[in-house]
């Protein structure tokens, strides 16, 4: 439910920002010059006062299998023709370099998640920190695809590592004020790779135009959104697969004390350790884990039909566009990599003490 809220006051901001990108068209773009600014002051005036001033030209009516935009499609016919009179007007050398620029940002996606998360990372770090793992998850955009009715083995997933980065990473005798800044660094960096990656997607929305989608300028920023509800429906996929041996059992205020507390102290220093063991499987969770594929496949072609469909681009700007992605996208793993790292020390710390006891009290007996 909190990770929903968060999701649903960035989807708003995403409408607001949408809204305002709709007037700045066609003044800034992604390339080298003013090709673009000389070819509507020169070449293109006529159409593009149209569009400013929403003048319909009524291009449209000689197409005997067009019909009279209405409704959201009123936009396309302003629209239309200013791209039409860019594209003739430009030379067939910078239409090469778009089409270059389009095959890297569609490349993108599938780099971006090859260097992230998958679900079920930030799907176990949402037990014990929701919001930080939504935010996480929306910082780096893009989700690796998952394969349908193919399940990774949780708990395993908490036991130690051998490289040993659960030792290295965890430190769970840390003091109140080292632990409020170490949540204040991470905070401080998933923000900034969250602005950076809406920055970024304002940017293309602004500057570009989707040869499929002209008229709506908000694809990007969609597309970084749609990682939040993915990981919300990953997260509940976990809790129908696994069940948590020390969940809490007290009341709904004492539940939510907990929770706070657990969303501002870093994984490696809270005191319960997170031991897990699988539910029974049922028809519900082969339901909702398939769809898990599905958004996640979806989520996957979306972004790289957005992206490489992008006109008025070069191929510099684009390699800076993917860089500022990749960016946000290693900043929040190497976090979510620290976060499970803590997890896992807490954990394998809890077996080992228990196993030490076990055994003592055997010898005892």
């Keep these: 439910m909190t990770d929903s809220k968060v ?17 700045k068209r066609f003044e800034d773009w992604f390339w080298y010059d003013n090709t673009f600014n000389n070819i509507i002051r020169y070449n293109c ?19 005997p299998t067009y019909e009279e935009p209405k409704g959201e499609r009123t936009y396309w016919k302003y629209l239309h023709p200013i791209l039409i009179c860019l594209l003739d007007t430009t030379d067939d050398l910078n239409k090469a370099e778009m089409a270059s620029a389009g095959v890297l940002l569609g490349l993108m996606p599938t780099i ?4 992230g998360s998958n679900l079920t990372e930030t799907a176990l ?24 009715f193919t399940h990774e083995d949780v708990p395993k997933m908490l036991t ?16 109140v004020k080292t632990r409020a800044l170490v949540v204040g660094i991470e905070l401080v960096l998933v923000l900034a790779a969250i602005g950076n990656v809406f920055y970024a997607s304002y940017e293309l929305g602004v500057k570009t135009v989707i040869s499929w989608s002209g008229d709506v300028s908000y694809h990007p920023l969609m597309w970084s959104c749609l990682t939040g509800g993915v990981h919300i429906w990953g997260s509940m996929v976990l809790r129908q697969d696994v069940v948590e041996i020390h969940a809490s059992r007290d009341n709904i205020g004492q539940k939510m004390r907990v929770w706070v507390k657990n969303e501002f102290t870093p994984c490696a220093a809270q005191d319960t350790p997170t031991v897990l063991k699988y539910r029974p499987d049922t028809f519900r969770f082969l339901f909702v884990s398939w769809w898990a594929a599905i958004f996640t496949l979806g989520h996957y072609i979306y972004g790289t039909v957005i992206f490489s469909s992008m006109l008025f681009i070069s191929v510099p700007a684009a390699t800076k566009i993917l860089v500022r992605f990749l960016s946000s996208t290693l900043c929040c793993r190497i976090i979510v990599t620290y976060e499970l790292s803590g997890m896992r020390y807490v954990s394998q710390k809890f077996r080992e003490d228990t196993a030490s006891e076990l055994q003592e009290s055997a010898v005892g007996k």
């Design 45 to 63: 005036s006529t159409e593009y006062n149209n569009y400013i001033n929403h003048h319909d030209s009524r291009w449209w009516a000689g197409w």
């Design 112 to 115: 971006l998640a090859y260097a």
């Design 125 to 148: 770090l949402s037990l014990r920190r929701p919001v930080f793992a939504c935010l996480l998850a929306i910082g780096s955009p893009a989700v690796p695809p998952l394969r349908s």
């Design 7 to 23: 999701l649903v006051a960035i989807v708003v901001l995403l409408v607001l920002c949408s809204t305002a990108q709709a007037s």
């Design 160 to 175: 130690r590592r051998k490289s040993g980065m659960t030792v290295n990473l965890a430190t769970p005798s840390w003091g």
